[in-house]
């Protein structure tokens, strides 16, 4: 069965640093999502992507995130100087169309030290 | 504005014994309803989904929720609870289905007693 896909399955950073989590998702899914779940606290939206574009954002997403899908098969969320704050897990999912239920990844635990 | 509340961090059970957990929402539209279920170390798995129709709806695993607008919840059941049914779990909703409008539960942590 197809499904997402994301490397790594836990990071620890620096604060200050630079981090790009990866998620492949499944290869007929046009739409792509990143979430987030600090430890103890609900999941969030923080962006979606389709056409090579952020289609919605949340407040979360800040100048300091970026999403890139950089050769049609990857799609990545970069944190540009990672704060303590960030330290959660980040999860992947994709959709073959807009208004279908999402299929998620493993998901990443960035830890930030 | 949307938002779920689930009641109950964690919920233990026995074997055999029957699973409830508690999903209430709120929607200025009518909702779209999922669960999810987490495994450790893994992904969020859909467990089952609302849309429109019937509002008793059936999901993998022998779990089934229904839509109770009266009530605004979407309780999840499952008659006979199984070692492998331990996991975490979340209630979501959506206004239109869409994955980009989720909003999810805090989640429940159901443990599974021999």
């Known amino acids: 069965e197809p499904e997402v896909t994301q490397t790594p399955s836990h990071q620890v950073t620096q604060m200050g640093q630079e981090v790009i989590l990866r998620c492949v998702p499944i290869?007929?899914?046009?739409?792509f999502y990143w979430y987030r779940q600090i430890l103890g606290q609900k999941v969030e939206f923080l962006v979606s992507f389709y056409n090579n574009e952020i289609s919605e954002k949340s407040e979360i997403f800040d100048d300091q995130f970026s999403v890139e899908r950089p050769d049609g098969s990857n799609f990545t969320l970069k944190i540009r100087s990672t704060k303590l704050e960030d330290s959660a897990m980040y999860f992947c999912?994709?959709?073959?169309?807009?208004?279908?239920?999402?299929?998620f990844g493993q998901g990443t635990r960035l830890t930030v030290v | 504005a949307q938002s779920v509340t689930q009641l109950g961090s964690h919920v233990s059970v026995s074997e055999g014994a029957l699973v409830l957990l508690r999903c209430n929402y709120s929607s200025s539209v009518p909702p779209y309803l999922f669960w999810y279920v987490q495994y450790p170390n893994q992904g969020l798995q859909l467990l089952l989904k609302y849309t429109t129709g019937a509002t008793l709806v059936k999901g993998i695993n022998g779990f089934e929720a229904e839509f109770k607008k009266s009530e605004t919840s979407f309780h999840l059941t499952k008659p006979s609870a199984h070692m492998s049914d331990a996991a975490e779990y979340f209630c979501a909703v959506s206004s239109s289905g869409s994955a980009r409008q989720l909003t999810f539960g805090s989640g429940t942590q159901l443990t599974v007693l021999p």
């Open positions: 999912a994709s959709t073959p169309l807009v208004n279908t239920e999402a299929f």
């Open positions: 290869s007929n899914h046009l739409y």
